[in-house]
Structure formats: C-alpha cells, structure tokens
C-alpha cells in the first residue's frame, strides 16, 4: 500500500518526481500547483491488475470523483481502468477521455433522467451497468430508456449495514446512509425489474465507505453480497453476470507508522471470495472502484510561504493555498504531511500552524507541527498525499482561482491543467 514518498523523494536535495525537481515546475507554473507523477497512479493500477489476474474476468473502475481530470482519465484509460461515474459531468469527462462504454458504471443516489440518458446514450450501447440505488430510480431509468427506446443494463447496489471504522462522512454501508438498498428492499426492486421492458438487471454492487484501514468490513461486505446473489439470481431465474465490489481501500496518509492493508491481500480476498475457487467457481466478472487507492500518493500540493507570524507558543506559517484548493483538513480533520520543497536543515524546528489566507479559521492544514523556524516568505512546501480528492474537490471560495495541475511522466512535465484566471472566475455572471 502507497505511501507519501513512494513517489516523490529528494534528489540533490530538492523534492523530486521521475527525475524532474518540483522547484523547476514552480518557477514556470508558480504556486500554487498540483503536481502527479504518473508511476504514481500506474503502479498501484498494476498491482491491483495482476493480483486480480486469477479471476476469469475483472475490471477496474477506477473512482472518477477522486481525481477528475482528464489528463489523468486518459493515463488511466490507456492502461485498462474503467471508470466509476457519479454525475453527468463525469460521464463527460469519461467520453473526452475515451473510457470504453463496458468499462463503465454509474453509482450515485440522484441520478436525473437526463443524466440516465446520457448512460444510454454512451457509446453505441450505453454504459456498461448503472448502479441502483432505490426503487424509484430503478423506475425512472425505465421510463426513461423506454421513452427512447433503449435498454438500461443495472445492478442494485447493496446497503449491507456493516461498520466500515472509517471518518462518518465518508461511510457509505449503514443502515443510517443514504446509500444502497437494504436487502429487503434489493430483493423487492428484483421482483419488479422482471417485469421492466426495458430494464436488464445484470449484477450487483456495494461499497460501504472510504479508507478503511482493515480489511475486515470488506471481507465481511463481500460475503453480505455473496449471500444476496443467489437470492437474486432465483427471483430472476437466470444467473448474474457482475459482481462489483466498491472501492474504499485506504492508504498511509503518514511517513511513518503502520501501513493501511497491502493491496495484495486484498486482491486475494477477492480472488478467495469469487475466485476458481469460491463457491462462484469464477463465473461472475468481478468489478472494483479504487478512487484513492489509485491517486492519493500520486499527487501533492505544492504552496509557498507568504508571511510568518510569531507567537510565544507557536508559529502561523501562511500558505498560498488555501481549504478551497485541499479542503480535506478542514472538513474531515485528515492530516497531509508537510514536506519542504528545498530539503533544510537549517533551523530549529518549531511548533506551527500551517493555514491559508481563506477567512476562515478551519482554513488550516496542519497544527503544531514541528517545521524549521527559518522557514520564510518565498519557500515552498509540499502537502503530500495530495492526488485524491484534492484538486477534484477544490473550489473558488473567497473568489480565489483554482490552483494549475501538472503530470509527470516519462522523465518530462506537462501542465494538464492552466490556473484559472479571473476571466474564469465570472464565466457566465452576468453584472
Ligand atoms: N465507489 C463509490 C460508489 C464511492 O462512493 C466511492 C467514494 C468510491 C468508489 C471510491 O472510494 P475510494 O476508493 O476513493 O475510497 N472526499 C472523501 C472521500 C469520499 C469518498 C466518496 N466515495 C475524502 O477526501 O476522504
């Protein structure tokens, strides 16, 4: 399982990625800037591939929400994910980025009837599967494919009601989420969609929350679903073609200390719970939705310092970037590491608040933590593991523009995304 510095590291000194120094891409590009590195995305992809390679079939969805942009889609797409959409505007970015229609699914809970046709509509047969998650969706998504005389191929997603020990905004298996269909509930929709001309139940899904740090909820998810299916499979009468399990695997958010589940275990859960071996014999595609798992520790965001303000106790360090650009600290309490970009040794360390200028005080990125009392107006930092959820959930409070995006790749950088500009902040106000 990745950690912050498994792909960046100090060469001469100066924080790297593939042999090329941040300090270089700052000084054309300017602060603040979300830097990936390619083997940072590909190499957990590749583990994840090959430990799935004993399944029969197998596809890797990769979650779009966790890092939307395009360059990143295309990167992925190349070397075989999928993906795994929430909203019509994924579903765009999926098209622009070329992700094959039997690679990909829609989960979410408010798909809107356009939104369903543009998953009808992808490619020359639709998406591969559009995960239900209530009844009155399933419903809509047959008017909707009858009205246009296409056919929907779904699956139900499962609300298993299994404690996923994870930060309660971003568990997604309890009876208390929204998300899902209990098993009452996925057995009633069964019945019904038997009837549905235009509706294809195809498989089954779940995902029961994110960075989980055991792999004890999944293990206990993936059999809550095992049992569902054959359930399912008698009130359709004929067998399931997928089983999707979800995302959520966790990643070390910290330098030191235990490291989250290794992804080879996982895939051997997997393969144990639907393999050759299972009671499944292999017979289902096995589909999974790693979002962070993929792109945490391919990313950082780099800042500079503007001001140090001295306190007895402790010091502010004010940042460029700001909770609009990483706003993981402040609404979850996640921690980032804070790295310099220049490595120094000079100077004590001391307690510090790192904080951006947004008026808020939740605008803080770290607290009390020891960094060099010579750090100073003009140096930059790094808050790693910074590549999943950062940029993609990055906004413009503050009338602040949202930070440019780079990728590294092959030994050369490229700007995969500008800086938005002023012009960019007003698009579409009208005075
Ligand atoms: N599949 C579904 C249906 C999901 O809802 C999610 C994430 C994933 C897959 C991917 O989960 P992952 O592998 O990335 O854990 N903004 C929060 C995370 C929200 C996750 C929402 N759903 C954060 O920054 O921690």
């Known amino acids: 399982m ?31 800037v979300y830097v990936y590195s390619a083997d940072g995305f590909l190499s957990p992809l590749q583990a994840l591939q090959k430990g799935l390679s004993p399944l029969r079939e197998s596809t890797i969805c990769y979650a779009v929400k966790s890092n939307s942009s395009l360059a990143i889609l295309k990167l992925l797409g190349s070397a075989g994910a999928g993906a795994d959409l929430v909203s019509g505007g994924e579903l765009y970015r999926a098209k622009l980025a070329e992700i094959a229609p039997e690679k990909i699914v829609f989960s979410g809970v408010g798909k809107t009837a356009e ?169 289902l595609r096995v589909l999974i939705e790693p979002g962070r798992t993929l792109s945490a520790n391919a990313g950082v965001l780099v800042t500079q310092v503007l001001f140090r303000k001295h306190r007895r106790k402790k010091d502010f360090l004010i940042v460029d970037a700001g909770m609009n650009d990483l706003i993981r600290p402040a609404l979850y309490q996640s921690k980032h590491a804070v790295v310099p970009v220049r490595r120094n040794s000079r100077g004590k360390s001391f307690p510090t608040d790192l904080v951006g200028p947004v008026c808020e005080s939740s605008d803080c990125f770290a607290s009390e933590i020891p960094l060099s009392s010579q750090l100073q107006a003009g140096d930059q930092l790094a808050l790693l593991s910074s590549g999943a959820y950062g940029m993609s959930m990055a906004g413009t409070y503050n009338s602040r523009v949202r930070p440019a995006e780079v990728l590294i790749k092959d030994g050369q950088w490229r700007v995969i995304r500008d800086r938005e500009t002023l012009e960019d902040l007003v698009r579409g106000e009208h005075l």
């Open 2 to 32: 990745s950690r912050p510095l498994d792909f960046f590291g100090y060469q001469n000194g100066q924080l790297s990625a593939g042999g090329i120094e941040l300090s270089e891409i700052t000084k054309k590009v300017g602060t603040p």
């Open 115 to 283: 939104e369903i046709l543009s998953g009808l509509r992808y490619g020359p047969n639709g998406i591969y599967s559009f995960h239900v998650e209530s009844i009155e969706e399933l419903k809509l998504i047959q008017e909707t494919a009858k009205r246009h005389q296409l056919t929907a191929r779904v699956a139900f997603r499962l609300n298993p009601n299994i404690n996923p020990k994870t930060h309660p905004y971003i568990s997604t298996g309890l009876k208390r989420n929204k998300f899902g269909l209990q098993r009452e509930e996925l057995l009633e929709a069964a019945k019904l969609s038997v009837n549905m001309s235009h509706v294809q139940l195809c498989g089954l899904s779940i995902h029961i929350g994110s960075q989980l740090l055991s792999l004890d909820p999944l293990k206990e998810a993936f059999l809550a679903l095992s049992q569902v299916i054959g359930d399912v499979e008698a009130i359709i009468s004929r067998p399931l073609e997928f089983a999707d399990l979800g995302g959520g695997v966790g990643v070390s958010y910290e330098l030191k200390g235990p490291r989250p589940p290794r992804l080879s275990d996982y895939t051997k859960l997997i393969v144990k719970a639907f393999g050759a071996r299972s009671v499944f014999k292999s017979r």
